[in-house]
């Protein structure tokens, strides 16, 4: 079956800070890639997607680029403030699964210090 | 931000109980989804919906149930709750099959003791 990896965390960077996240995937079919991001005490928001392969979603400052031959899609930041602080999961939609199923990572804890 | 509520936001429980979970959202989006969250697992896919009462199994059905008699609102239970479903438990919401994105709820938090 379809699955996500993500590296574990918590990361923890200070302020200005480059980040990345990895995320690879295994899908049955070509799937689109999701990015969310879950503040503390609420739900997930979409954060940045991609729908096909060497798309680059990009959204507040984070980017990732669908590489279907590493089968990645890493997020990225150049520079992470400390509001960045959250849990970030990347899930994939795929288009053989009957109703737009999500699958996720685990998710990321990302704490930005000061 | 779509219009997803969850209720209860809070809940604690004894095992053996009845409980029952409500999602409503106010954007006559067609399908509807309750995921559970736990560490490590990231959120998994329990049941979903696909429009008034065409509702399916997702990867951890077991244990749970689920109701959908109008489109705005889509019923969790878990008819005798154990301990193993402590849990935060998502509903999310999306318009189309072809339209990839999920909106989600602000979660309800259950404890079973």
């Known amino acids: 079956g379809d699955s996500v990896t993500q590296m574990e965390g918590p990361v923890t960077l200070s302020e200005e800070a480059f980040l990345t996240i990895n995320c690879t995937y295994t899908a049955t079919g070509y799937p689109s890639l999701f990015w969310y991001v879950q503040y503390p005490g609420e739900g997930l928001q979409l954060l940045l997607k991609?729908?096909?392969?060497?798309d680059k979603g990009s959204n507040k400052g984070f980017e990732a680029t669908y590489r279907k031959e590493t089968t990645s899609f890493h997020l990225e930041k150049g520079s992470v403030q400390v509001s960045d602080s959250a849990v970030y999961f990347c899930?994939?939609?795929?288009?053989?699964?009957?109703?737009?199923?999500?699958?996720f990572g685990g998710g990321t804890r990302l704490m930005v210090k000061p | 931000d779509a219009g997803i509520t969850q209720s209860p936001r809070h809940k604690v429980t004894e095992t053996g109980t009845p409980v029952t979970l409500r999602c409503h959202q106010t954007e006559n989006h067609r399908y509807m989804y309750w995921y559970r969250q736990d560490p490590g697992h990231g959120l998994r896919l329990i049941h979903y919906?696909?429009?008034?009462?065409?509702?399916d199994k997702g990867e951890v059905s077991d244990g749970y149930s689920v109701s959908r008699s109008k489109t705005e609102d889509f019923l969790l239970t878990l008819e005798s709750a154990t301990s193993s479903q402590t849990s935060v438990y998502f509903c999310a919401i999306s318009e189309s099959l072809g339209t990839d994105t999920q909106y989600f709820g602000p979660g309800t938090r259950l404890t079973v003791l």
């Open positions: 899930a994939l939609r795929d288009p053989v699964d009957a109703g737009n199923m999500l699958t």
């Open positions: 919906s696909y429009g008034v009462k065409d509702t």
């Open positions: 991609a729908t096909k392969a060497d």
